[in-house]
Structure formats: structure tokens, C-alpha cells
């Protein structure tokens, strides 16, 4: 289908008011993504920002421009480079993205509280009040549970997730809906279907960062489909994959499991041949 890689459509200020709707579900229930997943889902209403202080676990990444330290501390001097860590909640990821000095934030987690993405963002010398973009790819308990939290300890952040899924978010404010072909932060959305309705993938042309959410999973270092027991339409789920075969990825970094780092864009192309 599509996958040209160039950014098709842009996601500009004016229309955030149009494409925006109201999210007023509270107490709304969300299925897990795991069998060690005890998350509810939208506990953190009216939390306060999260502390730091838990035993925090987030894990350094290493993407293309993010490979030491000297490059975190470099972060000024090259407003384009792309940096990320890993906020690593034991068995889901969320990550926290920075270019220049406008963050990101990948999913949330079972919960806001931890201070796994604290300690990502700290680990990027940046802070809540750092945090411009909080991006969920699916509305699943460990990735939104923590939706709320960070919203609020971030609050000039705006949140986005695919117009799919939003129906099923709580969050304090208005939730932006996105689809397939829009950019945020300068990563190219991609619509990948199939776990929930409105999953997403994100994607940094500039550096080959590929953000799947739960569009697939890796194993032992391998990269591996998407898991059926919690997916809502798995053949849909393993059609996204294959539609985003080409991507010309350099990392593919998940909900569960390690990132990919080696052999990414190879592992993609077996994998889609395989299911
Ligand atoms: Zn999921």
C-alpha cells in the first residue's frame, strides 16, 4: 500500500482544534496486553506528579544518536539528532524521545508513579516541564495506565493516539487523534491495526527509529508478530506487519522485549514473510 516515507501530511497547530475530541470516559476499563499485567488502567486521575523514589528501572537506549553519554551532553549543539531512552516498567517499555530541546514521550506504562520516566527523562538531562508530545499506541493498561500521571506532571504536553483507540483513554485533557501519515515531533505515524483498532507505530526517518507499540514483540533478540492471545484481530495485526515491511528501519524498539538493534530492517522483511 502506501510507504513512501516521505511525511504525506503534516500535523499542523491549526488543526489540532478540529481533530481533537473530548475524552470523557473515567473509570473506563482496558484490556492487558500481558498475563503479568495487573494495571486497571486509569488509576491515576488526579495523581500527583510522579515521584522518583520507587525502585525505577529505565534503561539506557541506543539508537543512532544516542549511543553515549557525550552525545546526551551534546544535545544543544544539534537541534536535529534524535535521542532516546528506554523507561524500562519490567515487562512493558515506555521510551522518552528527545530532538533539541522538544521531548516525547512513547507510552506510559502500567503507571505514572514509578519514576521509570522520570528517570529517563533525567537521564536526558531533561524534565517533566521538558515534555511537549505524550504519544500512546494503543489503548491497552500497559501503555495508558499511566496516561493520566504524565499528562498531568507534564502539563504543556499534549497527548495523542490513534483515532481508534481514543474512545477508551481517561486523561485529564483532550486527547489529539491521529492516523496513519501523521507526523508528530517529526515522527511519521503509521497506522498498524490489529492489537486494538486504533494501534500505531511511529517512525524517525532521520535516524531509523521504529516505535511498534505491540505490533510486534521481541524474543531472544529475535523479532516476532504480534501476540494473538491479546490481540483484538490478529490476522489484521500480521497484515499491518507485512504492510510495513520496507520501512528502512535502523533500531525497532517495542512494548515487550529487548530493542532491536542489529539486523533490524532484515529482521523485519523475514518477519513479514512469515506470517
Ligand atoms: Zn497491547
Redesign the pocket.
Known amino acids: 500500500m502506501r510507504r513512501d516515507h516521505r511525511l504525506s501530511r503534516r500535523l499542523f497547530l491549526s488543526e489540532l482544534g478540529r481533530r481533537t475530541l473530548a475524552v470523557t470516559i473515567l473509570g473506563a476499563t482496558v ?4 498475563d503479568d499485567d495487573s494495571s486497571t488502567g486509569p488509576e491515576g486521575a488526579g495523581s500527583s506528579a510522579p515521584a522518583g523514589d520507587d525502585a525505577a528501572t529505565a534503561t539506557t537506549g541506543s539508537g543512532a544518536s544516542a549511543a553515549d553519554d557525550t552525545a546526551n551532553d551534546d544535545q544543544a549543539s544539534d537541534a536535529a539528532a534524535l535521542r532516546w531512552e528506554r523507561a524500562d516498567f519490567g515487562f512493558v517499555s515506555a521510551y522518552v524521545l528527545a530532538r533539541g530541546n522538544e521531548v516525547a514521550i512513547v507510552d506510559t506504562g502500567t503507571d505514572g508513579n514509578g519514576g521509570q520516566i522520570e528517570q529517563a527523562l533525567a537521564a536526558l538531562s531533561l524534565g517533566w516541564a521538558d515534555v511537549d508530545h505524550v504519544i500512546v ?2 489503548a ?1 493498561g ?2 495508558i495506565g499511566g496516561l493520566d500521571a504524565v499528562l498531568t506532571a507534564a502539563p504543556e504536553s499534549t497527548g495523542y493516539a490513534g483515532s481508534g483507540d481514543i474512545d477508551k483513554l481517561s486523561a485529564p485533557r483532550e486527547i489529539v487523534a491521529v492516523d496513519d501519515g501523521d507526523e508528530i515531533f517529526g515522527l511519521e505515524i503509521l497506522g498498524t491495526p490489529g ?2 483498532p486504533g ?1 500505531i507505530s511511529a517512525f524517525d526517518p532521520g535516524t531509523g527509529l521504529f516505535l511498534a ?2 505490533a510486534m514483540i521481541t524474543e531472544n533478540g529475535q523479532l516476532a508478530g504480534p501476540v494473538a492471545q ?2 483484538d484481530d490478529i490476522d489484521l495485526a500480521e497484515e499491518s506487519v507485512k504492510a510495513i515491511a520496507d520501512t528502512p528501519v535502523s533500531t525497532i524498539v517495542v ?1 515487550h522485549g529487548e530493542p532491536i538493534t542489529d539486523g533490524a530492517a532484515d529482521q523485519l522483511a523475514r518477519l513479514a514473510t512469515e506470517l
Open positions: 484490556a492487558a496486553c500481558s499506541t494503543h491497552h500497559d501503555h492489537h486494538t494501534h507499540g505491540d491479546f490481540s512494548g
